[in-house]
């Protein structure tokens, strides 16, 4: 457990942020990078998130904190971080990818790291903030979300070994993938469901009989 949250390995999670083709390219070829600190670095991000909803000032958050579950939106960062995993893992191999789920793993979670730092970055800032000059916390903002997905962008097109258009088109056809599991699971979840009140009512029935 030691090896796989070694100060090595969190040190090139940072180390990805400032290299990231080198970086990427590391980890899909000589197996740097960390499958655990890439969930932790996603679930630090739902914190920030949460955190960013809750705490930033009122003069640049509208949200009412009794909306703001913090562990609702955990699951729900956890189950989108898996669902695009899948959906891009099950779409790049059939487009002849090289790189494993792993690979695109560690590539999304460590593009987390700077929407992290700007998140808790901005919610500090907020407290700063006079009435005019929100444009400062939302640059920071934007500036942590486009690096970040930039960064993901690059991870798996190196992870890969795409070129920028195939990783674009690769990208779409992951979130029709993910549109098309969720069906097939609310698809399920719904002919479970018709299958027990079905047997339930057959075992009514045999009760009130009896």
């Known amino acids: 457990m030691n090896s ?13 942020v400032n290299h990231p083709m080198d970086a990427y390219y590391e980890i899909r070829h000589r197996g740097r990078g960390s499958v655990p600190i890439a969930v932790v670095l996603v679930i630090l991000f739902s914190f920030s998130f949460s955190a960013n909803r809750l705490l930033a000032s009122f003069v ?3 949200t009412d904190p009794r909306s703001v579950n913090s562990l609702t ?3 729900a960062v956890l189950l989108l971080y898996l669902l695009f995993c899948v959906s891009n893992w099950s779409i790049t191999c059939l487009m002849e990818g ?14 987390m790291t700077p929407m992290i730092f700007c998140f808790n970055l901005a919610t500090i800032v907020s407290q700063f903030v006079a009435d005019g000059e929100q ?8 500036i942590g979300v486009a690096y970040g997905l930039i960064m993901i962008l690059m991870g798996i097109m190196t992870v890969q070994n795409f070129t920028l258009g195939k990783t674009l088109l690769t990208i779409l056809l992951t979130f029709l993938a993910m549109l098309i599991i969720i069906f097939l699971i609310l698809l399920v979840a719904d002919l479970i469901n018709q299958v027990y009140s079905f047997l339930y009512s057959i075992y009514q029935e045999l009760i009130f009989r009896t």
Not at 7 to 15: D, G, N, Q, R, S
Not at 98 to 111: N, S, T, V
Request: cysteine-free; charged content about 25%; aromatic content about 22%.
């Open 98 to 111: 090289e790189g494993r789920m792993k690979d695109i793993a560690i590539a999304i979670g460590y593009g």
């Open 60 to 62: 640049v958050n509208d």
């Open 135 to 142: 444009a400062f916390y939302w640059m920071i903002l934007a």
């Open 4 to 16: 796989l949250f070694s100060k090595e390995k969190w040190k090139y999670a940072f180390y990805t």
């Open 73 to 75: 939106e955990l699951g």
